[in-house]
């Protein structure tokens, strides 16, 4: 059956599902390490590759095949390889497409393990990073050189919820015979697609909005069938495979992942309304705001504006010490730095996410000290309000 033409509910539910002679209905899981051949011959054939057959749940495993063919369709990509964590999808790229001397592009506002993987690994051995800001184009194209292979975007950005134009970056890019990159974790298949914008590959975080429920960490690259091809000969020798009992995890993720994005999309919608309103805070930072600069980019190119918002609350010098009393006045909250869980987390950026970061680059950032992130998870919305208006009251 041909998925590709469906409508992604279809996908969601159906692409990749192979069955085995046991008939069962669900996808079944297959942990199992290793495979067995029918012949000292039938297992030279399927080293070789000229047999098709599972050898080593390190090169192929039924489960997760099931869950990058299911992922392949919704982002509308040749191929997908599932590995062992977003991290490990973004070393992955790294690893399979650039060598020593290339040059990378990379938005500021990335995930910042991203920043330490590139600045401390990839230096090491001699790729060059040079940082830009998502939003602005002439600054990607100041900074392109002979050598640049790679542009590294995250769209909407963390926390601010910045929009790059995907389609422009790409542009761009192939200009300049580079690939670009989009880190698609806070929109999810479900909501954004950068292929069909001209992304060459897509990276996901599956830990995030594919799980769901925060049970398990993977990620995947998804992208033409030669680029994903370099990708795996990587995986294959180093090893950040994932496992099969996560795939499964992340393969029944996925046929509820529309359905609970429009929910945490509804939920965050409202609360950036209300939050607005509020007189305790200054300013909110959610795309789906008309305010929001990337309003109208995000409604071109996104099916929804996502579930994470950031608002910043009133008190000038006094922002760190109002944010932490909002945050620590939560009653349910989970006050933690992971986001695109069932469960609302709230977190202080300023003080871990990016605590890293110089107090210069948090300014430029506008990583202010009043900054709050909540991942609107998928508990009543007039309850989520309520946590929050506890502390937001006491400011007044
Ligand atoms: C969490 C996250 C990652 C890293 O994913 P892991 O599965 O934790 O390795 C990468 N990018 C973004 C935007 C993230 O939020």
């Known amino acids: 059956m041909d998925w590709s033409k469906k409508g992604q509910a279809t996908q969601a539910v159906r692409a990749g599902q192979r069955r085995s002679a046991e008939r069962e209905h669900s996808e079944a899981l297959y942990m199992t390490a290793s495979f067995l051949f029918d012949s000292a011959e039938h297992a030279a054939d399927c080293f070789s590759g000229e047999a098709e057959g599972n050898v080593y749940s390190r090169y192929t495993n039924p489960t997760v095949a099931m869950f990058e063919e299911r992922l392949a369709t919704m982002e509308g990509t040749e191929a997908a390889v599932g590995v062992a964590s977003g991290m490990a999808a973004i070393l992955s790229v790294c690893m399979g497409l650039l060598q020593s001397g290339d040059h990378i592009v990379a938005s500021r506002s990335i995930f910042g393990s991203t920043t330490v993987l590139f600045n401390k690994y990839l230096a090491k051995f001699g790729v060059e990073i040079t940082y830009v800001s998502l939003t602005n184009l002439d600054d990607w194209a100041k900074a392109i050189r002979p050598n640049t292979r790679l542009f590294f975007a995250e769209t909407p950005s963390n926390p601010l919820n910045d929009v790059a134009d995907i389609a422009a970056l790409a542009e761009l890019a192939h200009g300049h015979d580079a690939w670009l990159a989009v880190d ?40 033409p069938r030669a680029l994903i091809d370099e990708v795996v000969g990587f995986l294959r020798s180093a090893g950040p495979s994932m496992s099969p009992f996560n795939a499964w995890i992340f393969l029944k993720g996925l046929e509820t992942l529309s359905l609970r994005m429009k929910a945490h999309c509804e939920s965050a919608q409202q609360l950036a309304e209300w939050l607005d309103a509020h007189p305790a805070v200054e300013r909110v930072h959610y795309c789906g705001l008309p305010s929001h600069p990337g309003h109208e980019l995000a409604k071109r190119q996104q099916r929804g504006f996502g579930g994470v918002l950031a608002f910043v609350v009133k008190g000038g010098d006094k922002g760190k010490e109002n944010a932490w009393h909002v945050i620590n006045a939560t009653e349910f909250l989970s006050i933690t730095a992971n986001l695109g869980d069932a469960k609302s987390t709230i977190t202080h950026p300023a003080t871990t996410t990016h605590a890293r970061v110089s107090d ?25 309000k309520a946590d929050l208006a506890r502390g937001l009251d006491a400011l007044i």
């Open 184 to 223: 698609n974790c806070f929109c999810s298949p479900a909501l954004q697609n950068p292929a069909a914008l001209g992304a060459d590959l897509v990276v996901h975080t599956t830990t995030k909005y594919i799980d769901g429920q925060g049970r398990a960490l993977g990620g995947a690259v998804c992208g």
């Open 360 to 384: 210069e680059e948090k300014a430029r950032a506008g990583i202010v000290p009043g900054l709050i992130r909540v991942s609107v998870g998928l508990e009543d919305i007039n309850d989520i």
